[in-house]
């Protein structure tokens, strides 16, 4: 069992900059790869990044491609999302998550996950 709470989240101007942290506790976070989706209003819960166990293998979707970057920090049990050049339509709950294997191809699926943090709001606005 792995229990993830996101923070971080808040209300940023476009162009500006967040970064999002996933506090783990529970079994051993360095077990699992780890992943960031979002869900806008009136939307499908949505890919945005992953990160294998060690870190080596990162996987971005096309709309975070070249702004955001995950990472994370074993020995502290966090994962972090540096969102930069914010747009309007970023403006979502965005969630960490957590899952036992590594593929490409089966990152970007949420049905992949086993855990889930509660969200945490990003709301990008003038």
């Known amino acids: 069992q792995v229990q993830l709470v996101e923070s971080g989240g808040g209300l940023v101007q476009p162009g500006g900059s967040l970064r999002l942290s996933c506090a783990a506790s529970g079994d051993t976070f360095k077990s699992y790869a780890m992943g960031w989706f979002r869900r806008a209003p009136g939307k499908e819960r949505e890919f945005v990044a992953a990160i294998s166990w060690s870190g080596e293998n990162t996987y971005y979707a096309d709309s975070a491609k070249g702004r955001f970057t995950i990472s994370r920090d074993n020995p502290e049990n966090e994962g972090y999302l540096q969102m930069n050049s914010l747009k309007v339509e970023d403006t979502a709950v965005y969630y960490c998550?957590?899952?036992?294997?590594?593929?490409?191809?089966?990152?970007?699926?949420?049905?992949?996950?086993?855990?889930w943090g509660q969200g945490t709001q990003v709301t990008v606005s003038s």
């Open positions: 998550a957590a899952r036992g294997s590594w593929s490409v191809r089966t990152v970007v699926n949420p049905k992949g996950y086993d855990y």
